[in-house]
Each structure stands twice: as structure tokens, then as C-alpha cells.
């Protein structure tokens, strides 16, 4: 037994259930990751770390234009002052506020290695220097007038802002990005210019929606550019519920380069793509032999992006080549929207666009109105303390007097003239060298000017509509100073309509070309053997398993497998496992009940037509592109009633129909008995008593009717010697002619293959 565990004062110990104790602490540090890390503040866009940088950088005095600083100065004045967090997280941050390739509008300027778009870090914070950009000046003008609540810091040593004036639309122009406990923000960044014309819209028009503010803000606008392929009404729903995505392409173009030859040149990327894992991933799939169409891809870029594409070939169609590498690499990329923010500072919540630019709009109204209270205060201050100095001006040499031989000159003063606690604090405090300034002009005219704006000021403070004009001016010269005729300011990513291409056609520029024979065992085993093999002796099959049948195919083929349970399957060569092993089973491709077996296994070529058949002597002719099937259910053709099965299917070609039973009958008839139908049961093509149906073959009459024995080898027998079986439709036919293989069956040439008999597991033959 070990020693037991006493409190040290029995009297405080409380019972806390644990669940109860648990769910607090969580939600706690939830709230702490939601509030105070990882989800902006609507009214300025920023994060806390964000907004304790630009704040101690201004304490710094850092301001735009003046001497840069080290970075590792503005982190330990951060971690120090505001931010009680690793030194490499909070650098990291400021990275990414100077990095022109992550933010639309920097709002840190940045001296020496910040990273760069390939992926590499920025060099340490003690070789790297930095200041505000005119972005950040114009976020945090104004903190100084009492225009934003300030809070203790985390030691309550000093004071932060809680938010900052935000003269800039920053939560949509520079976006956003988060993980909390729960919930995620995803905000991509916008045109400045066109978020201000929309602004200007709402001040007018408060009850627009954010459908209506499109025609201003048609789509985020990224800093590396690109081409966002997504069509209008799905912008317009990402924009209405604060939710959606964005497709990105980069931007290409076709260089010619003599002869019938060219390039495509890549000089725009998608946002928060590392270029060099770009460049990487196009030729691991380049290896990996998945581009059949590129033959080289090389990173010719210096200030500027410059991928070069080489195709394989001069008539390799440029289009289609880029959107096989759309579909397979991070040239096109998805951007997500997911507009979560802290409104008010303290609720979070998802707002269309609409919603946060007029939670913008509502922030700046604020600090106009706090701004002018502030300086209504100061104002007030100052008239009062001129008073005094009018006072002083017109008793100088009495004031001088009691200055002079008081113990106590303040309350003396205050009583002499009838002075206030400032007024005598101001004229007590005065230095002599502004004596020679008090001068009654002087002080009379100040006290007017004063006078005129506090008048200005209140007339303000009341009047909604001069609030907003004087708000639409503010945001007018924002526009002025971002606009689209500005280097900065001009948009950079477009929209487009992404090309229509039949997806069978990048799926096929996506495969290598190659020939390759399709092999399919008894048990329903289906591989891919390379190149176009003759001799099949030596191909391997699993214990008791062997050889159905096996046919040349490309490796960008469609494969068609009829079952006996009436559908067709359709199979992508490109996706048939390799000829090393056994292969797969073709349930494992498409949706085969277990119960059903394959009929016959082919190369969809189009155009042709087939005769199908049951057990029961039931068939009809159908079009091949009628069976191709889209699903991995396939596509019902033969209906069936139990216990009947598909039996047997054939190329239609010529103009006779052979039908044999499994009672060895045979009978021949014109094609034209048969109807052609896209499904259904269909016609009776020979009539049994007890068994059914073995196999059907058509052929043409002049040329008579072809069958193949076991060893491939071909039997022909002229249309005259085949008079004794000829009938019609649904008769029962007479015994099979002498020398019919003894299997039933006609035979294919696709089916029957020199050395057909396969070795299984065991190394015996299968015969």
C-alpha cells in the first residue's frame, strides 16, 4: 500500500465532478482559441498577433518612410509587451504580413529574404528588417483621438487596442485564414478599389444584398493572380451565405517556337501554391508516365513565374494537354470561402459580403463619432485654458505679483480672477518665453477658430447623413489612393469560362497509348498483359482456374463484358491491374453479382451491332453504343425471368442467323426474323423440350458458316451442304453437322488463342 495523498487543510477541499470540471476548462481554452487567436475581427480584419505587430511597430514608430528596424527588435518588443507567445510563431506572422505573394496588400515592408513563392523560409529575424506600409497607416490612423477601446495587456503592465480604426477594408482585401476549436475561417483577399465602390453603394443603399454588390466585387482578387473558372451564379451563392469555394487555374500561353512546334509558358499560379512542389509533382507524374502529352517541364523563372511545358508531339492539342495537368496537379486549385468572423469583436458567426462590409461601414462610423467626441473634449479643454490666458494677458503684472510673493499663488489666483482648476494649473504652468506669445489677437483669434469647429463638430455629431458623407469621402480617397490605374491596385486575377472537353477525351490524354492483351480467366480474373502476345502457354493462373478468353486491346480502350445476368459492363482499359500477378477479380471493378458469370469480354469499337441471346432461346440484335454503360451497375439489355441466364452474344455480320442447343440441334435462319431492340426480352430463336440454348453465331451466306475447334483451327462449311438446317425463327433444328466441336460452341477468333491452355498454380495444363 502506498502512502495516501492529504490535502494540506481538510477544510477546502471541494467534490468537482469531473465531467463538469473538464467541459469548463474546454471551453474555455475554445473561447480563448476563437476569440483571441485564430478567427479575425470583422471590423479590421486582423487576428490579435497581427494587430499587437502593427501596434508595437507603431510604437516603434515605424511608420512608412521612416528607417527600417530589425525584425527580432519589433518581435521582443511583441512577445514582451503584448503577446506572451513563441518568438517563431509571432515572427512567422510578421512573414506573412510582408510576403507581396501571401497578402493582395502587405501591410509590413519588408527588408531582406521574406521567403519566396517556391516555398523557402525567410531568413532569421535577426538579419531582416522592417516598417509599416501605407496599408497599415491608414488601419491604425486616428488610435491616438480615442477613436477604439483599449484593454490591459496579458501582465495588465500596459494597454492594447481591442481593435484598431481600420480606415482600410482589410478583412476582405487582405483575407483570412484559421482554424479555431470547432470552426474555420477561409476568407480569400479582394480588389481594395472595387470593395470601396461597393462600400460606396451600401452607404447608399443600406438594405443591398450581396448579389446586388457583385456588379462592384465580382470575385476575390489574388495577389499571384491566376483565372477563376467558376460561373457567376456560384460566386453569387459563395457571396450570399458566406460559404463556397473557387476554382483557380493559372494563367498560360501558347509561345510558338518555328515549324509547327511550341511551348506553354505558365506565368501565373495559383494563391498559397508552392511553386518548386509544383514543379516537383509534374515530373513525379511525368515518371510515373501519367502525361502522355508533356514531354519536359522546366522553372525558367527569375523576378517573374515562367513554367515551361514542353509537349510531346507539334499536334499534341495545347487545350487538352492543360487540362489533363488541371486535373492532376495544383495548377488548379480550390479556394475556399468560409466567411467566419468575430462580429463586434466577441461574436463569431459567418456573414455574406454584404454583412461584413457593413460591419466595416458601422466600425468607421464609430470612430467618426468617437473621433469627434474626443476632439470636442480637447477643444472644450483648450477654450478654457485660453480664457485663463486672456485673463493673465490683461492682469499680467498682478498675476506676475502673486506669483511672486505667494506661499500658495493657485488658490490666490483662483479667487483674484475667478479663475478654474485648469485655468490656474495653465497659467502656472506656463514657461516665461511664451509670455512674449500672449498677445490678445492671438489668443481671441484661436479661441474663434476653436469656437467654429466645436459648432462643426456637434452639427456632425448630430446628423446621420453628414456622418456618412463625411465617411464616403474618407473611403472616396481610399479608392483614389488603390485604385485600378494604380500598380498596386489594378486587378490581377480574371475570370473565364473553363473550356468544355469531353471528359473521355482528358481521360485518354491522361494514359499512356500503348497495345496490351486483355486476359480473362474461367473464374472471372481480369489483367492487362503488355503489348500485343501471341502465345499465351506460359501465363500463369490461380489453383483450378484457367484461360476463358483473351483479345488485344490499347491501353486507352473501353472494355465491354456481357453477363448472364442480361447487363453490360463497361471497363476502362487504363484501370486493368498488370499481367505480373493473377489480376483482379471483375467484381472488384464493377457491380457483378456474385451468382452472375461473364458471357463474353470484348473492345468497344462503336458502331456495331450485336445479337444477344438466353438459355431459354430468347434474343434480339442491339446497337453497340446502346450498351455502353456509365455506372459500375451497368446497363440491363437482356431482361430475364428466373432461372433463365444470358447464354451466348455475337457480331452481327451477313445476313443468316446459326443457333445451336445444348441438345447438339442446330438451326439457320435470316437475320431479317430477328427485331432490333435496345432492350428487352426479344424473339424465340430455337425451340427445346427440355434443354436450351448452347451458343448463336450470323454470318453471310456466300460465304458460309465458319466454326473453330479447340486447337484455333477454322472449319467452313458452303451455304449449299447447310440446306438440311435451314428453317425459321423458333423451329428445333436438326443434329449439328459432323465434325461440330463438342463443346457447342462456334467460337471466336479473339477467344481462341494459340497455346489457349494456360498453366494454373500447380504447373499442370489445363486442357
Known amino acids: 500500500m502506498g502512502k495516501q495523498l492529504i490535502p494540506p487543510d481538510r477544510g477546502n477541499v471541494q467534490e468537482i465532478a469531473l465531467r463538469e470540471a473538464l467541459e469548463e476548462r474546454y471551453l474555455a481554452y475554445a473561447l480563448s482559441t476563437i476569440m483571441h487567436r485564430a478567427l479575425p475581427d470583422a471590423r479590421d480584419g486582423l487576428k490579435p498577433v497581427h494587430r499587437r505587430l502593427l501596434f508595437a511597430m507603431r510604437q516603434l514608430r515605424l511608420d512608412p518612410g521612416a528607417a527600417f528596424k530589425k525584425s527580432a527588435r519589433v518581435v521582443g518588443d511583441v512577445i514582451g509587451k503584448f ?57 491604425i490612423d486616428g488610435i491616438d483621438e480615442g477613436t477604439v477601446d483599449f484593454r490591459p495587456t496579458y501582465d495588465g503592465s500596459e494597454e492594447e487596442p481591442a481593435v484598431l480604426p481600420a480606415a482600410f477594408p482589410n478583412l476582405l482585401a487582405n483575407g483570412s485564414q484559421g482554424i479555431a476549436v470547432g470552426m474555420a475561417t477561409s476568407i480569400p483577399p479582394h480588389n481594395a478599389a472595387e470593395l470601396c465602390d461597393a462600400a460606396l453603394f451600401l452607404i447608399d443603399n443600406p438594405n443591398a444584398r450581396s448579389r446586388t454588390l457583385m456588379k462592384y466585387v465580382p470575385g476575390p482578387d489574388f495577389p499571384t493572380g491566376g483565372i477563376i473558372v467558376d460561373p457567376a451564379a456560384v460566386i453569387a451563392e459563395a457571396y450570399t451565405t458566406g460559404r463556397g469555394s473557387f476554382r483557380v487555374r493559372a494563367r498560360w500561353n501558347q509561345e510558338e517556337t518555328g515549324r509547327g512546334t511550341y511551348l ?163 497659467i502656472l504652468n506656463m514657461r516665461l518665453r511664451n509670455l512674449r506669445k500672449l498677445e490678445e489677437m492671438e489668443i481671441r483669434s484661436e479661441d474663434k477658430s476653436l469656437r467654429d469647429e466645436q459648432k462643426t463638430l456637434k452639427t456632425l455629431i448630430g446628423s446621420t447623413k453628414l456622418q456618412w458623407k463625411q465617411i464616403a469621402g474618407e473611403i472616396k480617397e481610399v479608392r483614389n ?6 500598380a498596386l491596385g489594378k486587378r490581377r486575377t480574371t475570370f473565364a469560362d473553363a473550356p468544355e472537353h469531353d471528359e473521355a477525351a482528358i481521360e485518354e490524354a491522361m494514359v499512356v497509348r500503348e497495345p496490351i492483351t ?52 463497361t471497363i476502362d482499359a487504363a484501370k486493368l491491374p498488370g499481367g505480373r500477378g493473377h489480376g483482379e477479380p471483375i467484381r472488384l471493378l464493377v457491380d457483378l453479382e456474385q451468382d452472375a458469370d461473364i458471357v463474353s469480354a470484348f473492345v468497344y469499337q462503336g458502331g456495331r451491332k450485336f445479337l444477344v441471346a438466353s438459355r431459354q432461346g430468347n434474343g434480339f ?83 458460309g458458316l465458319n466454326w473453330f475447334d479447340g486447337a484455333g483451327r477454322t472449319f467452313t462449311m458452303p451455304v449449299k451442304e447447310l440446306s438440311d438446317w435451314r428453317g425459321k425463327r423458333a423451329d428445333a433444328g436438326r443434329i449439328a453437322p459432323k465434325g461440330f466441336p463438342k463443346n457447342n460452341k462456334f467460337g471466336r477468333a479473339e477467344e481462341v488463342r494459340k497455346g489457349d491452355a494456360g498453366k494454373n498454380e500447380d504447373g499442370g495444363e489445363e486442357k
Open 83 to 139: 503577446h506572451p507567445h513563441g518568438d517563431q510563431s509571432v515572427y512567422d506572422a510578421l512573414v506573412r504580413l510582408a510576403q507581396d505573394f501571401s497578402q493582395r496588400y502587405p501591410l509590413i515592408d519588408g527588408q531582406g529574404n521574406f521567403g519566396n513563392i517556391d516555398g523557402d523560409n525567410a531568413a532569421a529575424m535577426r538579419y531582416t528588417e522592417s516598417r509599416l506600409t501605407e496599408v497599415s497607416r491608414l488601419l
Open 264 to 426: 506553354i509558358v505558365i506565368t501565373e499560379v495559383p494563391w498559397l501554391v508552392q511553386k518548386s512542389r509544383l514543379v516537383e509533382k509534374i515530373a513525379d507524374l511525368l515518371n510515373e508516365k501519367k502525361l502522355p502529352l508533356v514531354a519536359d517541364v522546366r522553372d525558367e523563372s527569375a523576378e517573374d513565374v515562367r513554367l515551361v511545358i514542353e509537349p510531346r508531339a507539334r499536334n499534341v492539342d495545347a487545350t487538352l494537354l492543360m487540362e489533363s495537368l488541371f486535373k492532376l496537379t495544383e495548377l488548379e486549385s480550390r479556394i475556399s470561402l468560409n466567411m467566419n468572423v468575430l462580429l463586434k469583436g466577441r461574436i463569431p458567426q459567418v456573414v455574406g459580403l454584404a454583412e461584413a462590409l457593413r460591419e466595416w461601414l458601422d466600425h468607421r462610423r464609430d470612430v467618426l463619432l468617437r473621433r469627434s467626441k474626443h476632439r470636442l473634449a480637447v477643444i472644450a479643454n483648450r477654450l478654457e485654458v485660453l480664457g485663463g490666458y486672456l485673463i493673465a494677458y490683461l492682469n499680467l503684472d498682478k498675476v506676475i505679483k502673486i506669483i511672486r510673493t505667494q506661499d500658495e499663488p493657485k488658490p490666490v489666483l483662483m479667487k483674484t480672477f475667478k479663475l478654474s482648476d485648469v485655468q490656474a494649473d495653465a
Open 481 to 486: 489612393a488603390f485604385g485600378p490605374k494604380t
Open 518 to 569: 486483355v486476359v480473362v480467366s474461367d473464374k472471372g480474373w481480369i489483367r492487362a498483359l503488355r503489348g500485343n502476345v501471341g502465345d499465351l502457354s506460359s501465363a500463369a493462373f490461380k489453383a483450378g482456374d484457367k484461360l476463358k478468353f483473351a483479345f488485344p486491346a490499347e491501353s486507352t480502350s473501353k472494355l465491354l463484358v456481357f453477363a448472364t445476368n442480361g447487363r453490360f459492363y
Open 621 to 703: 440484335i442491339v446497337v453497340e453504343d446502346e450498351v455502353l454503360a456509365t455506372t459500375r451497375k451497368g446497363k440491363q439489355v437482356l431482361n430475364l425471368k428466373s432461372p433463365d441466364k444470358a447464354r451466348a452474344m455475337n457480331t452481327v455480320e451477313g445476313d443468316l442467323v446459326a443457333a445451336i442447343g445444348e441438345n447438339r440441334k442446330m438451326v439457320i435462319f435470316g437475320l431479317d426474323q430477328v427485331p432490333e431492340m435496345t432492350r428487352g426480352r426479344g424473339v424465340r430463336l430455337q425451340r427445346y423440350n427440355e434443354k436450351g440454348l448452347s451458343d448463336v453465331a450470323t454470318f453471310k451466306g456466300k460465304d
